[in-house]
């Protein structure tokens, strides 16, 4: 697992954790909310106020047990009662899994993001 008290302290209003029942954590997931973006682009999105998903994981040993589930409802709950109406993350391709995930909550592809290297 990454670094949590770092990601946490990044972004503490919106960081969920999933523990069992003698505290070990099983995963994370956390958001912010996207400033700065353009009127125009807000427009073109049918947006208002955009979230970003900016980071999930659940240990491996713990996965397709719900828990992904219920890190992302609860980041998409709080995005929801702070307002925000469009949710963005990314994921890399590789990720079958959390690519099913995603789609399964409604989530839709918009864009594909490329890579080469030199």
Do not use: C
Request: proline share 3%.
């Amino acid at each position: 697992m990454p670094d949590i008290e770092m990601i946490y302290e990044r972004n503490e209003d919106n960081f969920f954790v999933a523990e069992d029942d003698r505290g070990n954590i099983l995963g994370f997931a956390t958001g912010y909310e996207k400033k700065g973006i353009p009127q125009e682009v807000l427009m073109s999105w049918k947006a208002k106020r955009v979230g970003y998903l900016d980071l999930m994981a659940v240990d491996i040993q713990h996965r397709k047990q719900g828990i992904g589930t219920a890190l992302l409802n609860s980041v998409l709950d709080q995005f929801k009662g702070q307002g925000i109406d469009t949710v963005h993350l990314d994921v890399p391709f590789t990720e079958q899994d959390a690519i099913k995930l995603y789609q399964k909550l409604g989530f839709k592809t918009r864009s594909y993001s490329m890579v080469k290297q030199a």
